[in-house]
Structures are given as structure tokens and as C-alpha cells.
T-cell receptor
Framework: AQSVTQLDSQVPVFEEAPVELRCNYSSSVSVYLFWYVQYPNQGLQLLLKYLSGSTLVKGINGFEAEFNKSQTSFHLRKPSVHISDTAEYFCAVSDARSARQLTFGSGTQLTVLP | NAGVTQTPKFQVLKTGQSMTLQCAQDMNHEYMSWYRQDPGMGLRLIHYSVGAGITDQGEVPNGYNVSRSTTEDFPLRLLSAAPSQTSVYFC???????????FGPGTRLLVL
């Protein structure tokens, strides 16, 4: 079984500042890792994913994440945020063997301030 | 191509009532799943299906029932609604073995 910990439930940041949203996972097997974004009153949209290969993954809207196997982390970063990035962000993990069930973290609310 | 669709968008039930949340996808995905989202808890898996005729339980299956008679549809049934089932419900689908799941817009359920 896998588990995911998102260390910050809320992250306020000023517009054009950099941001990092932290995610740590636990698993006894190889994993796939995902970041999803949820805008208010909407479903979840995939930001980026790590399946294999390069540990630095680039996603949509200027976000990127780095897979660190030794630290069991998959932190999400953006060098300069916009007001429109205000949303809730979820880190998720799945077993790489079956790639079926997703286990989600509890979410991080990113609020970008003017 | 509508992706994943869910109906209804909102529903209010009284304790003890039953209802079915509908989910359909037009991407010919084999894998479909239902999650519930509660504040501070992320999304938790209720039931999932790896193909027509095959379903299995997730993390929080109690009080819910599913069936998968076609590839496209995966309805979720609440047998006897309880206030603890007040939540936002998301349906998702994915092609087999690649992990990326595509989510519907959600159904907001209030049980009084």
C-alpha cells in the first residue's frame, strides 16, 4: 500500500513570487507520481506526472516537479505565480506495476495574493 | 468527445433514501473509479472497475454499490443515505496501465 503526505495545508504567496508545494510518499514498490490541480467548484485536472526516466518533470501552466527517490519526495515548483494559479493542489501516487488505484494526499490550498 | 460526465451536479437527500449517481465516459477507457472528497482528507477511493463486469472495493466502500455492465457507464448507488455520506463525489477513468486518470466535474451530495 502507498501513502502520501502533503506537508502544508495552506500556502499563501504574493503574485510573481516563486512557490514550492511539498509532497512525500511512502511505498514498498516502484511508483508513479502525479500532481493534480482543482480550481473552485471544478473537477481535478492533471498538472504533470512522473512514470520513469528524467526525474525533472515539466507540466502545464509553467509548473515542474522533481522526483527524489532517496528522499521519497515529489515537490511541485513554479518560479513565478499568477493570481490564476490560486487553486487546491493534490499529490497522488500509484503502484507502477498495476497503475490502477490512485492514493491522494490531503491537498494544499495555494492562494496567490496581489 | 465529452470526456467524463456525471449527473446530477447537485442532490439533496433525506436519511434513508437511495439514489444513483451516474458516470459515463466516451474515451473507451477500461479503468473507471469513484472517489469521495471531504475537507482536509483529499480524495478517497470508493469502488473501481478494470473492465465491464469486473468491480472491486476501494478504501471506503461501505454504504455504496457499483456495477459495470458496459465500458462506458459506471453508476454508483447509495443504498440507504446517511449524513456521513455528505460529500463531493468524483468519477474518473483511465486507459489501462498508464495511471493518468481523467476526472468528471463532480456531484455535490447533501444528506439531511
Amino acid at each position: 500500500a502507498q501513502s502520501v503526505t502533503q506537508l502544508d495545508s495552506q500556502v499563501p504567496v504574493f503574485e510573481e513570487a516563486p512557490v514550492e508545494l511539498r509532497c512525500n510518499y511512502s511505498s514498498s514498490v516502484s511508483v508513479y507520481l502525479f500532481w493534480y490541480v482543482q480550481y473552485p467548484n471544478q473537477g481535478l485536472q492533471l498538472l504533470l506526472k512522473y512514470l520513469s526516466g528524467s526525474t525533472l518533470v515539466k507540466g502545464i501552466n509553467g509548473f515542474e516537479a522533481e522526483f527524489n527517490k532517496s528522499q521519497t519526495s515529489f515537490h511541485l515548483r513554479k518560479p513565478s505565480v499568477h493570481i490564476s494559479d490560486t487553486a487546491e493542489y493534490f499529490c497522488a501516487v500509484s503502484d507502477a506495476r498495476s497503475a490502477r488505484q490512485l492514493t491522494f494526499g490531503s491537498g494544499t490550498q495555494l492562494t496567490v495574493l496581489p | 468527445n465529452a470526456g467524463v460526465t456525471q449527473t446530477p451536479k447537485f442532490q439533496v437527500l433525506k436519511t434513508g433514501q437511495s439514489m444513483t449517481l451516474q458516470c459515463a465516459q466516451d474515451m473507451n477507457h477500461e479503468y473507471m473509479s469513484w472517489y469521495r472528497q471531504d475537507p482536509g482528507m483529499g480524495l478517497r477511493l470508493i469502488h473501481y472497475s478494470v473492465g465491464a463486469g469486473i468491480t472491486d472495493q476501494g478504501e471506503v466502500p461501505n454504504g455504496y454499490n457499483v456495477s459495470r455492465s458496459t465500458t462506458e457507464d459506471f453508476p454508483l448507488r447509495l443504498l440507504s443515505a446517511a449524513p456521513s455520506q455528505t460529500s463531493v463525489y468524483f468519477c474518473a477513468s483511465s486507459p489501462q496501465g498508464r495511471g493518468t486518470q481523467y476526472f468528471g466535474p463532480g456531484t455535490r451530495l447533501l444528506v439531511l
